[in-house]
Nanobody, 124 residues
Framework: QVQLVESGGGLVQVGDSLTLSCAASGRTFSSYDMAWFRQPPGKDREFVAAVSGSGVNRWYADAVKGRFTISRGSAKNTVYLQMNSLKPEDTAVYYC?????????????????WGQGTQVTVSS
Protein backbone atom coordinates (compact mmCIF):
# COMPACT_ATOMS: atom_id res chain seq x y z
CA GLN A 1 0.00 0.00 0.00
CA VAL A 2 1.47 3.29 -1.13
CA GLN A 3 1.44 6.02 1.46
CA LEU A 4 2.75 9.58 1.42
CA VAL A 5 2.89 11.39 4.74
CA GLU A 6 3.67 15.09 4.97
CA SER A 7 4.94 16.84 8.08
CA GLY A 8 6.47 20.12 9.10
CA GLY A 9 3.63 22.55 8.55
CA GLY A 10 2.69 25.20 11.05
CA LEU A 11 2.08 28.84 11.84
CA VAL A 12 4.97 31.19 11.07
CA GLN A 13 5.59 34.91 10.64
CA VAL A 14 6.32 36.76 7.42
CA GLY A 15 9.96 36.24 6.46
CA ASP A 16 10.35 33.03 8.45
CA SER A 17 11.54 29.70 7.10
CA LEU A 18 9.93 26.28 7.28
CA THR A 19 10.85 22.85 5.97
CA LEU A 20 8.23 20.36 4.91
CA SER A 21 8.95 16.64 4.67
CA CYS A 22 7.17 13.91 2.78
CA ALA A 23 7.89 10.28 3.61
CA ALA A 24 6.84 7.75 0.98
CA SER A 25 6.32 4.08 1.68
CA GLY A 26 4.83 1.02 0.07
CA ARG A 27 7.25 0.73 -2.82
CA THR A 28 10.63 1.98 -3.98
CA PHE A 29 10.31 5.59 -5.01
CA SER A 30 13.80 6.12 -6.41
CA SER A 31 12.40 6.27 -9.96
CA TYR A 32 9.36 8.36 -9.13
CA ASP A 33 8.96 12.03 -9.86
CA MET A 34 7.88 13.73 -6.65
CA ALA A 35 6.26 17.09 -6.27
CA TRP A 36 4.73 19.59 -3.91
CA PHE A 37 1.42 21.26 -4.64
CA ARG A 38 -0.53 23.66 -2.50
CA GLN A 39 -4.12 24.73 -2.17
CA PRO A 40 -4.74 28.21 -0.79
CA PRO A 41 -8.09 28.86 0.91
CA GLY A 42 -10.87 29.01 -1.66
CA LYS A 43 -8.56 28.33 -4.60
CA ASP A 44 -7.56 25.42 -6.79
CA ARG A 45 -4.59 23.22 -6.12
CA GLU A 46 -1.44 24.68 -7.69
CA PHE A 47 2.01 23.45 -8.52
CA VAL A 48 4.87 24.48 -6.24
CA ALA A 49 7.93 22.37 -7.06
CA ALA A 50 8.97 18.97 -8.37
CA VAL A 51 12.07 16.81 -8.49
CA SER A 52 12.88 13.93 -10.80
CA GLY A 53 13.57 10.40 -9.58
CA SER A 54 17.31 10.92 -9.92
CA GLY A 55 17.13 14.20 -8.06
CA VAL A 56 18.97 15.92 -10.89
CA ASN A 57 16.07 17.81 -12.44
CA ARG A 58 14.01 20.28 -10.44
CA TRP A 59 11.15 22.54 -11.39
CA TYR A 60 9.62 25.48 -9.54
CA ALA A 61 6.58 27.68 -9.87
CA ASP A 62 7.50 31.28 -10.63
CA ALA A 63 5.91 32.38 -7.35
CA VAL A 64 8.42 30.40 -5.29
CA LYS A 65 11.60 30.51 -7.39
CA GLY A 66 14.54 31.71 -5.38
CA ARG A 67 12.71 31.17 -2.07
CA PHE A 68 11.83 27.46 -2.04
CA THR A 69 14.12 24.49 -2.59
CA ILE A 70 12.99 20.92 -3.25
CA SER A 71 15.30 18.02 -2.53
CA ARG A 72 15.26 14.28 -2.04
CA GLY A 73 16.67 12.31 0.83
CA SER A 74 19.53 9.90 0.25
CA ALA A 75 17.16 6.93 0.28
CA LYS A 76 15.02 8.68 -2.36
CA ASN A 77 11.83 7.87 -0.44
CA THR A 78 11.73 11.26 1.22
CA VAL A 79 11.29 14.66 -0.37
CA TYR A 80 11.76 17.99 1.35
CA LEU A 81 10.58 21.51 0.64
CA GLN A 82 12.74 24.18 2.22
CA MET A 83 10.71 27.40 2.28
CA ASN A 84 12.43 30.70 3.00
CA SER A 85 11.22 34.29 3.09
CA LEU A 86 7.64 33.15 3.57
CA LYS A 87 4.84 35.49 2.56
CA PRO A 88 1.15 35.59 3.52
CA GLU A 89 0.29 34.38 0.02
CA ASP A 90 2.18 31.16 0.76
CA THR A 91 -0.59 30.23 3.19
CA ALA A 92 -2.10 26.97 1.98
CA VAL A 93 -2.44 23.27 2.56
CA TYR A 94 0.69 21.71 1.07
CA TYR A 95 0.45 18.30 -0.56
CA CYS A 96 3.11 15.83 -1.59
CA UNK A 97 2.56 13.87 -4.81
CA UNK A 98 4.40 11.11 -6.66
CA UNK A 99 4.22 9.13 -9.86
CA UNK A 100 6.36 7.51 -12.53
CA UNK A 101 7.43 9.36 -15.68
CA UNK A 102 5.17 12.34 -15.21
CA UNK A 103 4.61 14.04 -18.57
CA UNK A 104 3.39 17.40 -17.38
CA UNK A 105 5.09 17.99 -14.09
CA UNK A 106 2.89 20.93 -13.10
CA UNK A 107 -0.48 19.21 -13.54
CA UNK A 108 -2.06 17.55 -10.49
CA UNK A 109 -3.98 14.98 -12.52
CA UNK A 110 -0.65 13.50 -13.69
CA UNK A 111 0.05 12.15 -10.20
CA UNK A 112 -1.57 9.02 -8.84
CA UNK A 113 -0.26 9.19 -5.29
CA TRP A 114 -0.99 11.95 -2.81
CA GLY A 115 -0.46 12.71 0.83
CA GLN A 116 -3.11 14.06 3.16
CA GLY A 117 -1.64 17.56 3.27
CA THR A 118 -0.08 19.79 5.89
CA GLN A 119 -1.22 23.31 6.73
CA VAL A 120 1.17 26.23 6.38
CA THR A 121 -0.04 29.57 7.67
CA VAL A 122 2.05 32.70 7.27
CA SER A 123 0.93 35.50 9.52
CA SER A 124 1.64 39.16 8.94
Amino acid sequence: QVQLVESGGGLVQVGDSLTLSCAASGRTFSSYDMAWFRQPPGKDREFVAAVSGSGVNRWYADAVKGRFTISRGSAKNTVYLQMNSLKPEDTAVYYCAADLAVRVITTPIQYDYWGQGTQVTVSS
